[in-house]
């Protein structure tokens, strides 16, 4: 069964400080990996989409890596903002173009001012 | 096109009545899916619609739920006789091969 797993369930850190919050999955045959970001209520805001190909991925103070041999993802954030607190999610591509997503249960997180 | 658009964001009806929900995808994006979302869970996918072919269905979508996409333009999820266990988010994402998945703000619907 192909699954995707999240550590930690929650983190809180102080603001400032650099983070890595953790995505595994169980089958290293991917097409892509896509991480989002969910404030409470709402939906989802992609952050970074990594293809098989790749890896990692850039943007601003996110960076996204990909280790399919071991079936890793880390997101790692530096200097955490209050504005970062929110719900992670990790969610993988195993059907190609056409393949719909499989999530993990997302990682939430709290920066302290 | 501002992104994904979903219409009603709150919905509470009462056990057995029917609700329908809708989705309005980035324009340029030919595929349309619908996820659910139960509190402390990941979305789970529901059905998927390349243009308005609905293409694949996942074990979670009962009978008493039905997906069309006339046109291939916006997209209905109802929900007959609903049951308390189908309180959730719904949630809908359309495709592009630039992004990948762009999603809406969902619908959360609450049965009493």
């Known amino acids: 069964k192909q699954e995707v797993t999240q550590i930690p369930a929650a983190l809180s850190v102080p603001e400032g400080e650099n983070l890595v919050l953790n995505c595994s999955f169980t089958?290293?045959?991917?097409?892509?990996l896509q991480w989002f970001r969910q404030d409470p209520g709402k939906g989802l805001t992609s952050l970074l989409l990594?293809?098989?190909?790749?890896r990692e991925q850039t943007s601003g103070r996110l960076n996204a890596s990909l280790d399919k041999s071991s079936g890793r993802s880390t997101l790692y954030i530096a200097a955490s903002q209050p504005g970062d607190s929110a719900t992670y999610l990790c969610?993988?591509?195993?059907?190609?173009?056409?393949?719909?997503?499989?999530f993990g249960k997302g990682t939430k997180l709290s920066v302290k001012p | 096109d501002t992104g994904v658009s979903q219409n009603p964001r709150h919905k509470i009806t009462k056990r057995g009545q029917n609700v329908t929900f809708r989705c309005d995808p980035i324009?340029?994006?030919?595929?349309l899916y619908w996820y659910r979302q139960t509190l402390g869970q990941g979305p789970e996918f529901l059905t998927y619609?390349?243009?308005?072919?609905?293409?694949?269905k996942s074990r979670l979508l009962s009978d008493r739920f039905s997906a069309e996409r006339p046109k291939g333009s916006f997209s209905t999820l109802e929900i007959q006789r609903t049951e308390q266990g189908d309180s959730a988010m719904y949630l809908c994402?359309?495709?592009?091969?630039?992004?990948?998945?762009?999603f809406g703000s969902g619908t959360r619907l609450t049965v009493v």
């Open positions: 969610a993988v591509n195993y059907g190609g173009s056409q393949g719909n997503l499989i």
């Open positions: 089958d290293s045959a991917i097409y892509n």
């Open positions: 990594i293809q098989s190909s790749q």
């Open positions: 324009s340029e994006h030919n595929r």
């Open positions: 619609f390349q243009n308005e072919a609905q293409l694949e």
């Open positions: 994402a359309s495709w592009g091969i630039r992004y990948g998945y762009t």
